[in-house]
């Protein structure tokens, strides 16, 4: 019986992780990624840049690239770590899975990848000066509080994931825990 009641409990804890996670992608990665760039741009095409068309197609990958990888990131959070990627109801478990073994900020990565690939699609100036004041703001947020947060909630566990794998740029290898 007890048992049963700590597997309903896991499930009960997943399913509300999932919901969370689910409202808080609408809210923030939604907001960020798409309803600002389109306010902004009005997604309206612009000349290309440097007169090279083909710059728009490297936008479309950035932007191809960035979503699923915004969408598994998300997941991992509900299903694995048990929590949101909210501050407001984190995950219980350290999660190093995924892209996660990449890079330590997927998510991040993923938003500004999108913007980013959006600017050169659309070819619009304004949405690279927008990603960069963002990225600029997620470093800051990074260093702030997120890192030292994960740091005392996971301590070792942190410290071994951060040590190994690098908050912006992926490694070319995936990280195995030991």
Known sequence: MNSHR???G???R???AVLGSAAFFVVAPCTLAALVPWS???WQIQPPFLGLEPIRGLG???ILAGVPG???AFARFALQGLGTPAPIAPPLNLVVTGLYRYVRNPIYVAVIAIIL???LLLCDSRLIGYGALLWLLFHVF???YEEPMLEQTFGKEYEAFRAAVPRWIPRMSPWRPE
Request: no cysteine; glycine share 8%.
């Open 70 to 72: 915004l969408v598994d």
């Open 60 to 62: 479309a990958m950035m």
């Open 142 to 144: 990074v260093l702030a």
């Open 14 to 16: 997943r399913s509300i």
């Open 40 to 42: 902004i741009t009005g």
């Open 10 to 12: 896991t499930a009960m």
């Open 6 to 8: 700590r597997m309903s």
């Open 117 to 119: 690939g959006q600017a």
